[in-house]
């Protein structure tokens, strides 16, 4: 039986949600060089895809934490995860704007979140892992404790692995990117000729070249 990440980096791949091209690298918005490019929000268009991410984001949270009282999603690419999984456990949902909306009550998180409350997080995608933690910030700021996050694909950088260590937060993640680039070469997606480039980036993206 296939683990669950070696699922999860299957059908990334195969609905292209994810782009490996080590040849002809992508420029992130941070400015880094990159062999690859993940965009999970694809997973929205693919019913099955999208359901079982859904039903293991819901295993887990019921596995891991049990009766939490919030969902939050991580805006924007995490909103309609979020609200699935909050669907999917009958709970209430709420999302954490990157900075305060500009206009009228300024809303920093959106949706009705109380002090005392018990929040699982959920993330499309961890990189550096700064984002989702300021999300996470946010939510403790607002009186509530954060049992953990969750998030479909990591990049599995020591830096995320640092952050959330000193921010305190329990991070589980349905697929990596060890485990993609194991997939992407079983199934004849990159390369064994690419592969020393890809582990290499993973080491050092910030200073990668092609």
Not at 8 to 32: D, E, H, M, R, Y
Request: charged share 20%; hydrophobic share 45%; proline share 4%.
């Amino acid at each position: 039986m296939e683990k669950l990440a070696e699922i999860v980096a299957k059908q990334l791949l195969q609905i292209k949600a994810i782009k490996l091209q080590p040849a002809n690298p992508f420029t992130w918005a941070s400015g880094w060089i990159s062999p690859i490019y993940c965009d999970n929000r694809k997973t929205l268009s693919y019913p099955e895809v999208r359901n079982f991410i859904k039903i293991q984001f819901a295993r887990l949270v019921l596995e891991k934490y049990g009766d939490v009282d919030v969902i939050a999603g991580v805006a924007t690419g995490a909103i309609a995860q979020g609200a699935l999984v909050a669907d999917a456990l009958g709970k209430p949902f709420v999302y954490v704007r990157s900075s305060p909306k500009g206009h009228g009550l300024e809303n920093l998180i959106e949706g009705d979140l109380k002090p005392g409350q018990k929040v699982v997080v959920i993330e499309d995608l961890i990189s550096t892992g700064g984002s989702s933690l300021k999300a996470v910030e946010a939510i403790r700021n607002n009186g509530c404790e954060v049992m953990g996050m969750m998030a479909i694909f990591t990049y599995g950088f020591s830096v995320a692995t640092e952050n959330f260590a000193k921010a305190n937060v329990e991070l589980t993640t349905l697929s990596s990117y060890q485990q993609l680039i194991e997939m992407a070469v079983s199934a004849g997606d990159v390369s064994p000729d690419n592969v020393t480039a890809l582990e290499e980036w993973s080491k050092d993206p910030a200073n990668w070249k092609k």
